[in-house]
T-cell receptor
Framework: DAGVTQSPTHLIKTRGQQVTLRCSPK?????VSWYQQALGQGPQFIFQ???????QRGNFPDRFSGHQFPNYSSELNVNALLLGDSALYLC???????????FGPGTRLLVL | DAKTTQPTSMDCAEGRAANLPCNHS???????VYWYRQIHSQGPQYIIH???NNETNEMASLIITEDRKSSTLILPHATLRDTAVYYC???????????????FGKGTRLHILP
């Protein structure tokens, strides 16, 4: 039974570029949440997707957008990258909203 | 802001029980206490959660005070592999219409000493 998977594992971009990160939820899960973790900090909630809709959003600008597909997988898109967007991006899945979330290994993004 | 406060760091000898405290004095009646840990920039790993009663699973035990204002995570026989940052989180229970985003604090950095 595969857990939450994320791709790519590492990514290097330059300022102003756009990036897409991908997440496949744990088998049987239908809800995906995204988090940003800066070095030395706890993860910060970006948004959550359920039934292909954004259900909740944290305090992140519109440059951060997402999508959920019919198979429950999800993408996180970040436009106009800033140096401060360098972080570990974590995806977590659950069965339904408000059930226990299980995290993937993360994608480490470096913006130069 | 996180609704929990935890010590910044703790040490524990290998083989001993590690007791990690968490204060959540503003917890509401419908909020669960969750514990996760994160080993060296891997994704956070779910450990255990509870509402009112003490809980135990294969990884740990969770002791919640009767007034629910604090809790303790217990790792019964700590090993070197338990060295990690441990996060205590409160979140609303299922079925409520309230906010569901998990808010992480900075957690407790637990060092298991050989």
């Amino acid at each position: 039974d595969a857990g939450v998977t994320q791709s790519p594992t590492h990514l290097i971009k330059t300022r102003g570029q756009q990036v897409t990160l991908r997440c496949s939820p744990k088998s049987g899960h239908d809800t995906v949440s995204w988090y940003q973790q800066a070095l030395g900090q706890g993860p910060q909630f970006i948004f959550q997707y359920y039934e292909e809709e954004e259900r909740q959003r944290g305090n992140f600008p519109d440059r951060f957008s997402g999508h959920q597909f019919p198979n429950y997988s999800s993408e996180l898109n970040v436009n106009a990258l800033l140096l401060g967007d360098s972080a570990l991006y974590l995806c977590a899945s659950s069965f339904r909203v408000r059930e226990t979330q299980y995290f993937g290994p993360g994608t480490r993004l470096l913006v130069l | 802001d996180a609704k929990t406060t935890q010590p910044t760091s703790m040490d524990c000898a290998e083989g001993r029980a590690a007791n990690l405290p968490c204060n959540h004095s503003t917890i509401s009646g419908n909020e669960y206490v969750y514990w996760y840990r994160q080993i060296h920039s891997q994704g956070p790993q779910y450990i255990i959660h509870g509402l009112k009663n003490n809980e135990t699973n294969e990884m740990a035990s969770l002791i919640i005070t009767e007034d629910r204002k604090s809790s303790t995570l217990i790792l019964p026989h700590a090993t070197l592999r338990d060295t990690a940052v441990y996060y205590c989180i409160v979140r609303v229970s299922r079925g409520d219409l309230g906010d569901d985003k998990i808010i992480f604090g900075k957690g407790t950095r637990l060092h298991i000493l050989p």
